[in-house]
Every structure is written in C-alpha cells, then in structure tokens.
C-alpha cells in the first residue's frame, strides 16, 4: 500500500514537497516514482528512483525543478516541487513495482497508491 499527501494551493513560483509512505512490502527492494495526471489527460510519468537511489529519471517537463528523495529507513518517498508553474496541475500518483526508467516514463507500474491534488494558480 502507498498512501500519499502534500498536494494542495500554491501560486506559480512556489513550492510543495509531497511525500509518499509504502507498507505492507519490503519499500526498498523496489524502484518508485511519481505520476501526474492533469485534467482531461493522460498519466504522465515524472520522476522515479531505484532502489537503492542513485541517479534519478526526470522527465523534460520538470527536470531542474523537481526533485525525487527516498528514506528507505522510513518508507517514504518525497517530491520537492520548486518554481511550480500552472501547468503542473494535477493529481499526482506515487507507485512501485516498475524494472527500468524506460517503464517509468511510460507510467508502467505496478503498484499505485492513491493521488494528492497539486494545483498551481495565481
């Protein structure tokens, strides 16, 4: 199980940190990442991290902006969302059980927790 929180209002330029706690699994055996959905479109991946962290995938959209962490101590994965902008509005997933980066960008896990709303509007 994933359960994620963090998401809520913020104005273009701001930042959130959303965080996302596994259980029920062993949380550092897997890679995790972060999935957003905006209105009337499709999942969009942005972000995961291996197991045992490493080099992160970020997608172009987001990349210098966002940043993925995991503390595996704590079963927790967070998102560090900076200089926000209107268009990464949307309800964002944390989800597990994927094998490559190539999976991440397609949105292909296996696992997926619930969303948290994000939404960026002055």
């Known amino acids: 199980q994933l359960q994620a929180s963090g998401g809520g209002l913020a104005q273009p330029g701001e930042s959130l940190r959303l965080s996302c706690v596994g259980s029920?699994?062993?949380?550092?055996?897997?890679?995790i990442g972060w999935v957003r959905q905006a209105p009337g479109k499709e999942r969009e991946g942005v972000s995961c991290?291996?197991?045992?962290?490493?080099?992160?995938w970020y997608s172009d959209s987001v990349k210098g902006r966002f940043t993925i962490s995991r503390d595996n101590a704590k079963n927790t994965v967070y998102l560090q969302m900076n200089n926000l902008k209107p268009e990464d509005t949307g309800v964002y997933y944390c989800?597990?059980?994927?094998?490559?980066?190539?999976?991440?960008?397609?949105?292909?896990?296996?696992?997926w927790g619930q969303g948290t709303l994000v939404t960026v509007s002055s």
């Open positions: 989800a597990t059980d994927v094998r490559t980066y190539t999976a991440c960008a397609r949105a292909d896990y296996g696992v």
């Open positions: 029920g699994f062993t949380f550092g055996n897997y890679a």
């Open positions: 991290l291996k197991h045992d962290g490493g080099t992160p």
